[in-house]
Every structure is written in structure tokens, then in C-alpha cells.
């Protein structure tokens, strides 16, 4: 077939009609889309290579410790740890009850001693009136007990409560003398030898 025009003219004047660029534009921005994805990709791998690393490190680290814990861990100990730990507790249990029972007691105590205390402030500094009258003649007696006991002089009572024997002592001269008060003796008599014995 001839054709009209030279033929390379015509392949010229097709050429001319073409638009490359905007093509070329476009493959050279994917082709930077394509670099920076990689670019963007390898960074992942190594930033996920690096924490592998790592979590192996961690990972052999804690396969140590726990074969040296499962090495030293011995169950009779712990059995005897735990028996003791019981034992404690039970101590504790039984001292902190022992503690509530002695507190109740101790608290009925205080209750009857401010009874009794309300009950004294009641009565007056003098007592009640039959300790008043017990008291005025015991008086005499405590007395005079007192002072012989003072001279280094003991008397005693007998069942019936008279005072009939008197021991009488001498640190001076290490003496001791026990004397029988017989009635048929005026006091004048005795209270003459006591002065005689001390």
C-alpha cells in the first residue's frame, strides 16, 4: 500500500502528537512513593529486629532465674516455714485472746472499784459509823501496842484475846526474855521489871 507522505514524517509528526511528560512526572513520583516505602519498611525491620533482640535477652535472663529458682527452692523448708508461720500465729491468736479476757477482767475490776470508791466518798473521810465506833476503842489499844513494840516489847494474846505474855528484847545485850503476866501483880511491878530487863 503507498501512502501519501514519506513515512518518516509520519512517525515523526505521531511523535510530536504524543504527551510523554505528565507520564514521566507520574513514574518518577511513584518511584520516590516506592523509595520512601522501602525506606519506611526497612526501618520497621530493624526497629523490630532490634526489640526481638531484646526480648530475647529478656527472655534468657528470666530462663536463668527461673532455673535458679526451681535449683534452691526446697520443699521441706518451705513446709517447715509454713508450720512455723502457723505456729506463730496461733501463739498470737491465743496471746491476743488471753489479752481480751484479762482487759474484760481488768474492766470489771475498775467497774467494782469506782463502786466501792463512790461507795467510801459516801461514807466521809471518818468511815461509816460502825467502823467509827470500832475504831475509837481499837484506838486505845493499836496505841499502846505500838509503843511497846517500839521499846522492843511484843505482847501477845492468847485465844480468848487477853494479852497475858510479853517478849522482850535486848539488842544491846542480845537478850530476849518472855514474861507471864499473872493478875495477882500490880502493873506498877511489871512496868519496874520491864524497865529492868531493857
Known amino acids: 500500500m503507498l501512502l501519501d507522505e514519506d513515512p518518516a514524517t509520519l512517525i515523526h509528526h505521531t511523535i510530536g502528537n504524543f504527551n ?11 518511584n520516590e512513593s516506592l523509595s520512601t516505602l522501602q525506606q519506611a519498611r526497612d526501618l520497621r525491620i530493624r526497629e523490630a529486629e532490634s526489640a526481638l533482640k531484646k526480648l530475647s535477652r529478656t527472655l534468657s535472663t528470666l530462663s536463668n532465674h527461673h532455673a535458679e529458682t526451681l ?18 500465729k496461733f501463739r498470737t491468736a491465743k496471746a491476743a485472746s488471753e489479752l481480751e479476757i484479762e482487759g474484760e477482767r481488768l474492766e470489771q475490776e475498775l ?10 466518798e459516801g461514807q466521809g473521810v471518818e468511815g461509816s459509823e460502825e467502823l467509827r465506833r470500832g475504831r475509837e476503842g481499837e484506838d486505845e489499844v493499836v496505841l499502846k501496842l505500838k509503843v511497846y513494840r ?4 511484843d505482847v501477845e494474846a492468847d485465844k480468848a484475846g487477853n494479852y497475858n505474855k510479853a517478849v522482850i528484847r535486848n539488842n544491846q545485850k542480845g537478850d530476849v526474855h518472855v514474861v507471864n503476866i499473872d493478875p495477882k501483880f500490880s502493873r506498877f511491878f511489871y512496868a519496874n521489871y520491864f524497865w529492868q530487863t531493857m
Open 20 to 30: 510523554i511528560h505528565p507520564d514521566k512526572v507520574a513514574i518518577s513520583r511513584i
Open 71 to 88: 535449683s534452691s527452692h526446697s520443699p521441706g523448708s518451705h513446709a517447715s516455714q509454713i508450720v512455723e508461720l502457723d505456729t506463730q
Open 111 to 120: 467497774e467494782g472499784l469506782k463502786g466501792r470508791l463512790a461507795e467510801l
Open 150 to 153: 517500839s521499846l522492843g516489847i
